[in-house]
């Protein structure tokens, strides 16, 4: 079924492969007439397979609009104006006649309360429902083949028997000897309540019926209320003395009768549930199948509620059993065969309808049976709902069919085989708008449920047409019989015969002699019985012709029956070699085939092996795969990290090799830069006056061994090389940074340093040292003797190549100031130099270690920095 403006349904998996062929459940709708001409409608017919059902005004408004138009297909829509005829031959004739082959059947009513179930089923008076249409058809259909009474038995285990003829009439004595009531005759006064509803003019049959089986109908009629199921045919006598309840605390169903016992299912040994204890009453026409169905009729419970009149307070189940068992050879008798009988049956199901019980307004035992009548029917919904679920997306759930007594009964529909048909009877007013859209959903899942389509009964193998020639061959030596005079049908016509000779006898006159003279008495006599004796005679020779007749004709059928006999015999024993030779190609056929299922098997094993031989090394193949993929990624990280520790180590030496040449290159210039010193003052003392006293001690001995000085800071890396400058001040035209810093103290000495053209800082800077070419630093520290001791180290600036300013220390000045009452011997270090050499030394280290350049750097706020050339500077990427 197909619903318009719905969500849409996931989309729906392969079913598995299945042999047996299934049908879907036939789901077809009939809308109720309104009650009234001016009642609001909901639902509304498109076509002849779909209905509309749409929300009433009210609940438009109070839904904002939430319900919209809705469209429901179904096998076949039914309207208002839809006769129960037509109904009839859509829906419930296929069902009789697959009971007629031998086949089972659904037949169920779904709907609301109120909305015509029981009327569809049952009827009204001059209008029949299905249940007597059926029944009608069915006996239309097997009149003239019935059994008689007795012939089939039904045992208590859902089974049946057959009987012979003599058996049958036992029964049929035994029966009629007891005192209970009789069941009702065909004969008898059809009672005139429902006699409208089974006088059906249609006439309706099935066409093609196995003329030569013999057909037996039996009726059973339960009801389930309350969850129990009980027995409406049952005959339950009144009791005055026990109460209206009983020890099930179920209200008796009527105030004649006491409610009997509860009954139980069965499963039998073909897996068909069945009642046990069930009355099944064997009928042989549809008068009296519908009596004992009326009968049952009056026991159903009924009630009046607030939606209907009389609304069924339980679900009633009609069931028809057809046995039927195939004729001898001869077309007289039944076959004695147990396994040649066929048992079909068709349940017709009158659901209640499910109800609001805040809309019924029920109250105590009508609020209770509303329970339990919601409580099955959900229960059926959800066995449909895993039904359709498990045959759609290949689960195994299970059904819970034994949840409810109604699910549990049919359970062999939904698991076996049969045919299913559900008819939707619904109340187009707009009061049940939202259970009739609760109907209308599950009528759309109930679609989709397939059922195993049931197969056809076997053969049994005898001549077909055997019932007609057995009565042609009858009729035919009756008529024969009949043109020679002979005996035409037993006794009877033995009788007819003997009577019309005696009527042909001339009649005996009056024996009474009155007079002696009397001679006309005796002679009349005489003749009279002289025309008896030759009729008599005449008789006497043409019975003795007509014996003579019958016996010839006795021979002459003797010897057509002797040659047919041969005839047969001929054919037969062509048969029975023909039959013989195919048995032996069965046989072999047979064996092949075993040969072929060995090799199969073998084959199936073998490749059972080899399987699990693929398994496994595709196990061994993905785990090895999965190993080498880590190890493969194990294998990269290490590269990674290797190539990022060697090109860290790279880096690192490349670096400390740098800084290694640029501090060489530096030592090696200060070296080339002491030696070009030395050799300039050597020149300078060398270039001297002789008068003149010398400037500074002569260094001789510095070239007899080498200068033992500290080790020097490594320049920058680059440093422009260092201007040898000499060492007294020139200082006129020159400007001056004089850096003072804050933390010094004023000596209060009479002489003071004095520098012309000096810009005065605090702090170096790169401004103050761009204006000027000269730099000297105020340096205060404490010497050994407690004295302050003042040093003016100067030095040059210059530009460069980053664009900020540099100084190179040139010299340095020291100022000392001593206590003439304070002043100590200072012990001599421990030089092994002579003191002329030991100053020299000692300037030489001086000058040395003020070879040290202070470098700006362009931008720069933090002013001039130390910075050791030993270790350079690294340059920011």
Same mark, same amino acid.
């Given at each position: 079924?197909?619903?318009? #403006?719905?969500?849409?349904?996931? &989309? @729906?998996?392969?079913?598995?492969?299945?042999?047996?062929?299934?049908?879907?459940?036939g789901?077809?709708c009939?809308?109720?007439?309104?009650g009234?001409p001016?009642?609001?409608?909901?639902?509304?017919?498109?076509?002849?397979?779909?209905?509309?059902?749409?929300?009433p005004?009210?609940?438009?408004?109070?839904?904002?609009?939430?319900?919209r138009?809705?469209?429901?297909s179904?096998?076949?829509?039914?309207?208002?104006?839809?006769?129960?005829?037509?109904?009839?031959?859509?829906?419930?004739?296929?069902?009789?006649?697959?009971?007629?082959?031998?086949?089972?059947?659904?037949?169920?009513?779904?709907?609301?309360?109120?909305?015509?179930?029981?009327?569809?089923?049952t009827?009204?008076? *001059?209008?029949?429902?299905?249940?007597?249409?059926?029944?009608?058809?069915?006996?239309?259909?097997?009149?003239?083949f019935?059994?008689?009474?007795?012939?089939?038995?039904?045992?208590?285990?859902?089974?049946?028997? @057959? %009987?012979?003829?003599?058996?049958?009439?036992?029964?049929?004595?035994?029966r009629?000897?007891?005192?209970?009531?009789?069941? &009702?005759?065909?004969?008898?006064?059809?009672?005139?309540?429902?006699?409208?509803?089974?006088?059906?003019?249609?006439h309706?049959?099935?066409?093609e019926?196995?003329?030569?089986?013999?057909?037996?109908?039996?009726?059973?009629?339960?009801? +389930?209320?309350?969850?129990?199921?009980?027995?409406?045919?049952?005959?339950? &006598?009144?009791?005055?003395?026990?109460?209206?309840?009983?020890n099930?605390?179920?209200?008796v169903?009527?105030?004649?009768f006491? !409610?009997?016992?509860?009954?139980?299912?069965?499963?039998?040994?073909?897996?068909?549930?069945y @009642?046990?204890g069930?009355?099944? $009453?064997?009928?042989k026409?549809?008068?009296?199948a519908?009596? $004992?169905?009326?009968?049952?009729?009056?026991?159903?419970?009924?009630?009046?509620?607030?939606?209907?009149?009389?609304?069924?307070?339980?679900?009633s189940?009609?069931?028809?059993?057809?046995?039927?068992?195939?004729?001898?050879?001869?077309?007289?008798?039944?076959?004695?065969?147990?396994?040649? +009988?066929?048992?079909?049956?068709?349940?017709? @199901?009158?659901l209640?309808?499910?109800?609001?019980?805040?809309?019924?307004?029920?109250?105590?035992?009508r609020?209770?049976?509303?329970?339990?009548?919601?409580?099955?029917?959900?229960?059926?919904?959800?066995?449909?709902?895993?039904?359709?679920?498990?045959?759609?997306?290949?689960?195994n759930?299970?059904?819970p069919?034994?949840?409810?007594?109604?699910?549990?009964?049919?359970?062999?529909?939904?698991?076996?085989?049969?045919?299913?048909?559900?008819?939707?009877?619904?109340?187009?007013?707009?009061?049940d708008?939202?259970?009739?859209?609760?109907?209308?959903?599950?009528?759309?899942?109930?679609?989709?449920?397939?059922?195993?389509?049931?197969?056809?009964? !076997?053969?049994?193998?005898?001549?077909?047409?055997?019932?007609?020639?057995?009565?042609?061959f009858?009729?035919?030596?009756s008529?024969?019989?009949?043109?020679?005079?002979?005996?035409?049908?037993?006794e009877?016509?033995?009788?007819?015969?003997?009577?019309?000779?005696? =009527?042909?006898?001339?009649?005996?006159?009056?024996?009474?002699?009155?007079? $002696?003279?009397?001679?006309?008495?005796?002679?009349?006599?005489?003749?009279?019985?002289?025309?008896?004796?030759?009729?008599?005679?005449?008789?006497?020779?043409?019975?003795?012709?007509?014996?003579?007749?019958?016996?010839?004709?006795l021979? /002459?059928?003797?010897?057509?029956?002797?040659?047919?006999?041969?005839?047969?015999?001929?054919?037969?024993?062509?048969?029975?070699?023909?039959?013989? *030779?195919?048995?032996?190609?069965?046989?072999?056929?047979?064996k092949?085939?075993?040969?072929?299922?060995?090799? +199969?098997?073998?084959?199936?094993?073998?490749?059972?092996?080899?399987?699990?031989?693929?398994?496994?090394?595709?196990?061994?193949?993905?785990?090895?795969?999965?190993?080498l %993929?880590?190890?493969?990624?194990?294998?990269?990280?290490?590269?990674?990290?290797? %190539?990022?520790?060697?090109?860290?180590?790279?880096?690192?030496w /490349?670096?400390?090799?740098?800084?290694?040449v640029?501090?060489? =290159?530096?030592?090696?210039q200060n070296?080339?830069?002491?030696?070009?010193?030395?050799?300039?003052?050597?020149?300078?003392?060398?270039?001297?006056?002789?008068?003149?006293?010398?400037?500074?001690?002569?260094?001789?001995?510095?070239?007899?061994? !080498?200068?033992?000085?500290?080790?020097?800071?490594?320049?920058?890396?680059?440093?422009?090389?260092?201007?040898?400058?000499?060492?007294?001040?020139?200082?006129?035209?020159e400007?001056?940074?004089?850096?003072?810093?804050?933390?010094?103290?004023?000596?209060?000495?009479?002489?003071? !340093?004095?520098?012309?053209?000096?810009?005065?800082?605090?702090?170096?800077?790169?401004?103050?040292? #761009?204006?000027?070419?000269?730099?000297?630093?105020?340096?205060? /520290?404490?010497?050994?003797?407690?004295?302050i001791?003042?040093?003016?180290?100067? *030095?040059?600036?210059?530009?460069?190549?980053?664009?900020?300013?540099?100084?190179?220390?040139?010299?340095?000045?020291?100022?000392?100031?001593?206590? &003439?009452t304070?002043?100590k011997?200072?012990?001599?270090p421990?030089?092994?130099?002579?003191?002329?050499?030991?100053a020299?030394?000692e300037w030489?280290?001086?000058?040395?270690?003020?070879?040290?350049?202070?470098?700006?750097?362009?931008?720069?706020?933090?002013?001039? *920095?130390?910075?050791?050339?030993?270790?350079?500077?690294?340059?920011?990427?």
């Amino acid at each position: 079924m197909k619903a318009a #403006a719905k969500t849409p349904r996931r &989309p @729906v998996p392969k079913k598995p492969s299945n042999t047996s062929l299934k049908d879907p459940v036939g789901v077809y709708c009939r809308v109720r007439p309104l009650g009234r001409p001016d009642q609001e409608c909901c639902i509304e017919v498109i076509s002849e397979t779909t209905v509309q059902i749409h929300p009433p005004d009210g609940y438009r408004v109070f839904r904002n609009g939430e319900y919209r138009e809705t469209q429901y297909s179904f096998k076949e829509v039914f309207g208002t104006l839809v006769v129960q005829k037509k109904l009839f031959d859509v829906v419930a004739k296929p069902l009789v006649e697959d009971l007629i082959h031998g086949k089972n059947g659904l037949l169920f009513t779904y709907g609301v309360t109120g909305s015509g179930k029981t009327h569809t089923m049952t009827g009204s008076p *001059g209008d029949g429902g299905l249940l007597p249409r059926c029944l009608d058809m069915i006996f239309n259909s097997i009149g003239p083949f019935q059994a008689k009474r007795f012939v089939f038995k039904l045992d208590d285990k859902n089974g049946v028997d @057959v %009987q012979c003829e003599v058996d049958a009439l036992l029964e049929r004595q035994k029966r009629d000897a007891m005192p209970v009531p009789k069941t &009702p005759s065909g004969k008898r006064q059809i009672d005139p309540e429902f006699a409208d509803m089974i006088n059906v003019q249609d006439h309706c049959k099935v066409e093609e019926v196995d003329e030569d089986n013999v057909y037996s109908v039996f009726v059973s009629y339960i009801e +389930i209320y309350n969850n129990y199921i009980y027995d409406l045919l049952e005959e339950a &006598p009144f009791d005055p003395i026990k109460p209206k309840w009983n020890n099930c605390n179920t209200p008796v169903r009527n105030g004649d009768f006491i !409610p009997p016992q509860s009954k139980t299912l069965r499963e039998d040994q073909n897996h068909n549930m069945y @009642v046990t204890g069930c009355t099944e $009453v064997e009928v042989k026409s549809t008068e009296e199948a519908f009596e $004992v169905f009326w009968r049952g009729q009056k026991k159903r419970r009924i009630a009046n509620t607030q939606l209907n009149r009389e609304s069924s307070r339980s679900h009633s189940v009609f069931i028809i059993k057809l046995a039927q068992a195939p004729l001898d050879a001869d077309g007289d008798n039944v076959l004695q065969e147990k396994e040649q +009988i066929t048992l079909s049956q068709l349940s017709l @199901v009158d659901l209640a309808g499910s109800e609001r019980t805040n809309r019924t307004k029920a109250e105590g035992n009508r609020l209770r049976e509303a329970g339990n009548i919601n409580q099955s029917l959900m229960t059926l919904r959800t066995c449909i709902e895993v039904l359709r679920e498990n045959q759609m997306y290949g689960t195994n759930k299970m059904v819970p069919y034994r949840d409810s007594k109604l699910t549990h009964l049919f359970k062999n529909y939904f698991d076996g085989e049969g045919k299913v048909r559900m008819i939707v009877c619904v109340n187009p007013k707009a009061e049940d708008y939202e259970e009739s859209l609760q109907v209308m959903r599950f009528a759309e899942m109930t679609q989709e449920v397939e059922v195993a389509r049931p197969v056809d009964k !076997p053969l049994c193998g005898l001549t077909p047409g055997r019932r007609f020639r057995n009565q042609a061959f009858r009729e035919e030596l009756s008529r024969k019989l009949e043109i020679r005079g002979g005996p035409i049908n037993g006794e009877t016509e033995e009788q007819s015969v003997s009577e019309m000779l005696l =009527q042909s006898f001339p009649p005996l006159p009056s024996c009474e002699l009155l007079d $002696v003279n009397d001679d006309q008495t005796l002679p009349k006599l005489i003749e009279v019985l002289e025309k008896r004796h030759k009729l008599r005679q005449m008789l006497s020779e043409e019975f003795a012709k007509n014996v003579l007749a019958f016996k010839t004709m006795l021979q /002459e059928f003797d010897s057509s029956v002797v040659s047919k006999e041969n005839y047969i015999q001929g054919k037969l024993s062509e048969k029975e070699k023909i039959i013989a *030779g195919q048995k032996m190609e069965l046989e072999r056929l047979e064996k092949k085939t075993k040969t072929l299922e060995y090799k +199969i098997e073998i084959l199936e094993k073998t490749a059972t092996i080899y399987e699990e031989d693929k398994r496994n090394l595709q196990q061994e193949l993905e785990s090895k795969s999965q190993k080498l %993929q880590r190890q493969a990624s194990d294998k990269r990280r290490l590269e990674a990290r290797l %190539q990022g520790m060697v090109a860290e180590t790279t880096m690192k030496w /490349e670096k400390e090799c740098e800084r290694r040449v640029a501090a060489k =290159q530096l030592e090696m210039q200060n070296k080339l830069w002491v030696k070009d010193e030395k050799l300039k003052q050597l020149k300078a003392i060398v270039t001297e006056p002789k008068n003149e006293k010398p400037e500074r001690p002569s260094r001789e001995r510095d070239r007899e061994k !080498p200068v033992q000085r500290s080790v020097s800071p490594s320049p920058v890396p680059n440093a422009p090389p260092v201007r040898l400058r000499h060492r007294r001040s020139r200082s006129a035209g020159e400007r001056w940074v004089d850096h003072k810093p804050p933390s010094n103290l004023p000596t209060e000495t009479v002489m003071q !340093p004095h520098v012309p053209h000096a810009i005065t800082v605090a702090a170096a800077s790169e401004k103050a040292l #761009a204006k000027c070419d000269k730099y000297m630093l105020t340096h205060q /520290e404490l010497a050994s003797d407690g004295e302050i001791e003042t040093k003016l180290i100067k *030095g040059d600036v210059f530009k460069t190549r980053g664009g900020g300013q540099a100084v190179q220390f040139t010299e340095i000045e020291t100022l000392k100031q001593e206590s &003439p009452t304070g002043r100590k011997r200072r012990s001599s270090p421990s030089n092994p130099y002579p003191p002329e050499e030991a100053a020299d030394s000692e300037w030489t280290d001086v000058e040395t270690r003020c070879s040290v350049a202070v470098e700006m750097r362009a931008g720069s706020t933090l002013g001039p *920095g130390y910075q050791h050339h030993a270790q350079p500077k690294r340059r920011k990427p």
